[in-house]
């Protein structure tokens, strides 16, 4: 199994905009659930948001209403569209697929997770 590959990282003001896109290999895409989660320095990984195979989402308290993720079947890539980004949201970001949902809950695949991109939030 190939390991999915994020980018879209970088240096952003407060307040401004960001979108990550994480490329995922294999035939099975339309049918996965897939994640994001992030790890700011010196912390635990932490989940962002994910999104069932259906389209369904669920997100975390701390980026609801400013995130979006969505995923493009036709390029199987997922995205994460960050908006008013605060400096609390640096991190590195990664992407997770082939995860599961479970009481309205993603849980990740230990085995599919990408490189990570940086995203520093500067003010």
């Known amino acids: 199994q190939v390991q999915p590959v994020e980018s879209g990282g970088g240096l952003v003001q407060v307040g401004g905009s960001l979108r990550l896109s994480c490329a995922v290999s294999?035939?099975?895409?339309?049918?996965?659930?897939m994640g994001w989660y992030r790890q700011p320095s010196g912390a635990q990984r932490e989940f962002v948001a994910g999104?069932?195979?259906?389209?369904?989402?669920k997100y975390a308290e701390s980026v609801k209403g400013r995130f979006t993720i969505s995923r493009d079947g036709a390029k199987n890539t997922m995205y994460l569209q960050m908006n008013s980004l605060k400096e609390e949201d640096s991190a590195v970001y990664y992407c997770n697929t082939r995860g599961t949902f479970n009481s309205g809950r993603y849980f990740p695949n230990l085995r599919s997770w990408g490189q990570g991109t940086q995203v520093t939030v500067s003010s």
């Open positions: 294999g035939s099975d895409f339309s049918r996965i659930a």
């Open positions: 999104i069932h195979f259906s389209g369904g989402t």
